[in-house]
């Protein structure tokens, strides 16, 4: 059985790790993935390489990692971020510069793509114009107002941090909140102020008015390719087209198209495939024309769901193979119930982006990554109720087969372990509907799953697009519930079947 | 023969066993008695071996116990305690079979040996395919009895057997099990807390109190030679109100 499973998991990533040549990845949000899909088309275009485009891979640590360890050739980054984010310069350096600061990571930067999406802080026209608030100075008079930023934005140096040292904002640490949900926030009056990025496409749409950095403090941030070294002499027909989209797009072009997506639910793909002036038979899954069933049952639903049902099952598969010795381990030898109890507790309160952050290094991006993170997420439940499953044998049950001369192995499999099968098959249970939940945010990390639709609802403020992925989600853990509790029926022996008085006694 | 020499164990500052001597006849039934807490019980669990004395050794028949052998000379020793400690997940006849199967025994040779014990025990055959939930206490016991004779051991070692059961199923067995010891003719050694089962039972009886051995010897030497006060006391306080159960005693 684990060789068989073994092989699938070989026979299941090997395509995604050989057969494509060139891979661009994107962050998780509407300008990168359609400027990854812009990368991706023109890529294909040359028919040098196969081009894939591994879309919303998180944050830009997430990101970042993917490139250094080679998981994807190439991404859309700005220079600012480049600047103090990710070379952490003390002062704003040139492409130039930046250039040769990244060559000993075997990383690039070059085609400046001709708009810069800065940071600004934004809040509604209406109460800016009663409160006369025209620049981030001063926003500083009125320390009333709620504000609530993007996570991203409160942790970077470059962000909260150094704006409100810059500018002496009266505000303490602000609550952080999803850049997709932000502007419905400050709509429903929950928010007075939030980070937004200049070229956002509903900044006209929800009546904000984008404060003035009169101080400076942004440094420019003007879209580049950030690519591995190896790329130009890899593939030299794909890199001369993509130095080609060098100044191409302008700040008005990219609000344009950022509102195609956002306001006009029209597909990464075909945004890109009409800027690039080709017509593409692109998935239109972001479509809000579509009826919310159309979406829910899209091409990609099967997709999708063998996805993320192999991504459940496998790394459920290995919890139990390390999680039931584990906890048969803190059962038997006292000295390692805590260690071991312990760890795989604090495991569990690892944040999910922080694990997969420190993960994507070793395991590259994608699917290994999150197989790992749900594997050590599903450790838990399985070892916990091992451990309490063997420990709540009684004693007499126990010395019993001790007087019997049954050696340990024997006692271990034919006694302790079938009497606590029912508890060690709760735990499996448990994990697997956590699992459920947990593997949706494999897609941040391009590892597919329900979560994809997840993420890219969440990027384009689309409820359909969202719920298209949160419901068959929430399906999936009913199935697997309703599945264990067949399994149990099927599995404990029938005399634990009902509960048994001899237990007690 | 049983042979405890020196034997003694301590929890902590509690004396479980105060140095123990204690020679266990073969072929004979020694009841260990006394209150609770007095040792009884884990003078027994060290014979077992589920216990390791802090100091002094058990030597079964010819062999010395250790923690190396205790696994194999546990099969020549048949272990049963209150309620039969039968495995829930297990029908009767599994528990009866189970470390013969373990051990590879021929299935001809298991399925002799549990009709014969099922005879001996008067135990059905429909009983023998119940799970233990669906037995009676009397029907649990007479399993827990059988799968400590399935070897066929030369000792038979009871912990409180029929604490658990009411009174007319109790003195039911308590027949059946004398006429088993004496048929069968193995070194038991059986501890209770009860004086009528030790005087039913016991050829040679031994009153255990904090630890230490009180009197060992047979019931007419407790009853007309006791060492102290506290044995009279003892055998006093247990007596049985009815005479008739006070016959064989005297």
């Known amino acids: ?505 | 023969m049983i042979c405890v020499e020196n034997v003694s164990k301590t929890y902590g500052k509690q004396t479980a066993l105060a140095s123990t001597t204690l020679v266990f006849q073969a072929g004979a039934t020694t009841v260990l008695i006394g209150p609770s807490g007095c040792g009884k019980s884990t003078l027994l669990r060290i014979i077992v071996g589920l216990i390791r004395p802090d100091r002094g050794r058990v030597v079964l028949g010819a062999q010395e116990l250790t923690a190396d052998n205790a696994e194999a000379m546990r099969h020549s020793l048949g272990y049963v305690i209150q309620d039969g400690g039968l495995f829930p997940h297990l029908t009767a006849e599994e528990n009866v079979t189970l470390l013969a199967r373990f051990l590879k025994r021929s299935p001809e040779a298991i399925n002799q040996r549990v009709t014969a014990l099922s005879d001996l025990v008067q135990l059905s055959q429909t009983a023998l395919s119940r799970y233990p939930k669906d037995l009676s206490g009397g029907q649990r016991q007479r399993v827990g009895l059988m799968r400590a004779l399935m070897l066929d051991p030369a000792i038979l070692l009871f912990d409180e057997p029929l604490g658990a059961l009411d009174p007319i199923t109790r003195s039911e067995l308590q027949t059946q099990l004398k006429n088993i010891f004496t048929d069968l003719k193995k070194t038991v050694v059986l501890v209770t807390h009860d004086m009528g089962e030790a005087a039913y039972f016991g050829d040679e009886i031994v009153l255990l109190r904090e630890g230490r051995i009180v009197q060992q010897g047979s019931l007419a030497d407790l009853l007309e030679r006791p060492v102290e006060p506290y044995v009279t006391d003892f055998i006093r306080a247990q007596r049985s109100p009815l005479p008739s159960f006070e016959e064989p005693v005297l």
């Not at chain 1, 007499?396 to 006694?415: D, F, M, N, Q, T």
């Not at chain 1, 329900?450 to 989600?473: H, V, W």
């Open chain 1, 1 to 505: 059985m684990r060789i068989l499973i073994a092989c699938w998991i070989v026979l299941f990533f090997t395509p995604t790790v050989f057969a494509q040549e060139l891979t661009v990845g994107s962050k998780r949000f509407t300008e990168s993935y359609i400027l990854g899909e812009i990368i991706q088309q023109t890529a294909g275009a040359t028919q040098e390489t196969t081009a894939v485009h591994k879309q919303g891979l998180g944050n830009t640590g997430i990101v970042f990692a993917a490139l250094k360890g080679g998981s994807i050739d190439v991404y859309p980054e700005y220079v600012g971020t480049l600047d103090k984010e990710i070379l952490k310069n003390k002062a704003p350096a040139d492409i130039a510069t930046l250039h040769r600061q990244l060559a000993p990571m075997g990383l690039g930067v070059a085609v400046p793509l001709g708009f810069n999406n800065t940071y600004a802080l934004a809040m509604p026209e209406e109460k800016a114009e009663a409160l006369g608030i025209r620049t981030f100075s001063d926003l500083a008079k009125h320390p009333e107002l709620k504000i609530a930023l993007s996570q991203e934005f409160l942790g970077r140096a470059d962000g909260w941090p150094g704006l409100q040292k810059a500018y002496r904002l009266p505000f303490s640490t602000p609550r952080g909140i999803d850049h997709g949900l932000s502007y419905e926030a400050i709509a429903q009056g929950q928010i007075d102020v939030t980070d937004i990025y200049t070229t956002d496409a509903k900044i006209d749409r929800y009546k904000l008015r984008v404060l003035t950095d009169d101080r400076k403090f942004f440094p420019s941030y003007e879209a580049v390719l950030l690519y591995r070294l190896d790329l130009p002499q890899r593939l030299p027909k794909t890199w001369a087209a993509l130095q080609k989209l060098e100044g191409k797009i302008s700040e008005k072009r990219m609000i344009a198209m950022n509102a195609e997506a956002e306001l006009e639910g029209k597909s990464f793909a075909t945004i890109a495939a009409g800027f690039l002036n080709k017509e593409v038979n692109a998935p239109t899954t972001a479509d809000p024309q579509q009826s919310f069933l159309t979406k829910l049952f899209g091409d990609d639903f099967w997709k999708l769901t063998t996805e993320h049902i192999s991504l459940v099952f496998i790394s459920l598969g290995f919890g139990v193979l390390v999680g039931v010795p584990l906890g048969i381990w803190a059962a038997r030898v006292p000295q390692a119930t805590q260690p071991i109890l312990s760890i795989v507790g604090v495991i569990q309160t690892i944040p999910s982006l922080a694990l997969l952050a420190f993960l994507i290094p070793l395991f590259q991006i994608g699917t290994p990554s999150a197989l790992v993170a749900l594997f050590l997420y599903a450790l838990l439940p399985i070892v916990r109720n091992t451990y309490t499953g063997l420990s709540d044998i009684p004693s007499s049950l126990k010395e019993s087969a001790l007087a019997l001369g049954l050696p340990s192995v024997a006692r271990l499999r034919l006694i302790e372990l079938p009497l606590a099968a029912r508890t060690i098959l709760a735990g499996i249970k448990t994990s697997a509907v956590i699992n459920v939940g947990t593997a949706t945010i494999a897609a941040f990390i391009g590892a597919g799953g329900y979560g994809e639709r997840i993420a890219s609802g969440l990027a384009l403020n689309d409820n359909a697009t969202l719920l298209a992925g949160a419901i068959p989600a929430a399906v999936l853990a009913l199935l697997v519930q309703f599945g264990f509790d067949v399994l149990d029926r099927w599995l404990i022996p029938a005399g634990l079947q009902t509960q048994s008085s001899s237990l007690e006694s």
